[in-house]
């Protein structure tokens, strides 16, 4: 162990403040390299010395209550800091994986003419139950989700008969950042000649349909 290695290892246990410390390692340092010129090894000097820990262990004896104190202020920094930087990371994390929306108009990946078509398409094919025809349009999680006993069920929970599409009424467009993938939502009313119907539509970066619900 060479002397600065020594002197580190004895300022880890010091406590006192910074630039105390720094002025001990400066001072044990010295003291190796003085004996050193004498025509000792560092090896005989440092074993002289003693342990990182006892030697450490005699300075605090020494130091003033004010100097204690002095530590204690560094160290509840050093926590403090850690705690802060700890915190950070969090709330980064959570922030990352909240759900962020923002107008489609003001999107960078979407368009706003491709989506609203994709989604009418969609909504068109719903109604008439054409499973074969929706299947390109989504996703393979959806697709094994949306069978034709699957929308027929959905359409069901809304009524024995819609009767047929009259009409398109609001529609609002938003998308959807989260866990560093972006989706376009679409909500639409439809009217049909018996029942109106809310649509609500996820679409991935491939205006392949990802989440669907009706209401």
Known sequence: MNAEKYARQVAKYLKCSG??????RK????????AAEEGKSPE?????????RVLAGEFNENFS????????RARLWK???????VLMVLISLVWWALPKT?????SKTFSEEQVRERAELVVSLFGQEDYA??????????????????????????????????????VYLLEISQFGQKMAMVQMTVSYEKVGVTYTINLDEDLKVAGFYVK
Not at 19 to 24: C, V, Y
Not at 27 to 34: C, E, F, G, V, Y
Not at 44 to 52: A, C, L, R, S
Not at 150 to 170: C, R
């Open 19 to 24: 630039g105390r410390k720094r002025e001990i």
């Open 27 to 34: 001072q044990i340092t010295s003291d190796i390299q003085a």
């Open 44 to 52: 005989q000097v440092i074993q002289g010395m003693g342990e990182p």
């Open 65 to 72: 209550d004010a100097e204690k104190r002095a530590a204690g």
């Open 79 to 85: 926590i403090l800091a850690v705690v802060f930087a």
């Open 102 to 106: 923002r107008y489609l108009s003001d």
């Open 133 to 170: 025809a929706l299947q390109p349009y989504l996703t393979s999680e959806m697709a094994e989700i949306m069978s034709e006993e699957t929308i027929s069920q959905i359409k069901l929970y809304i009524g024995d008969d819609w009767g047929e599409m009259l009409n398109v009424g609001n």
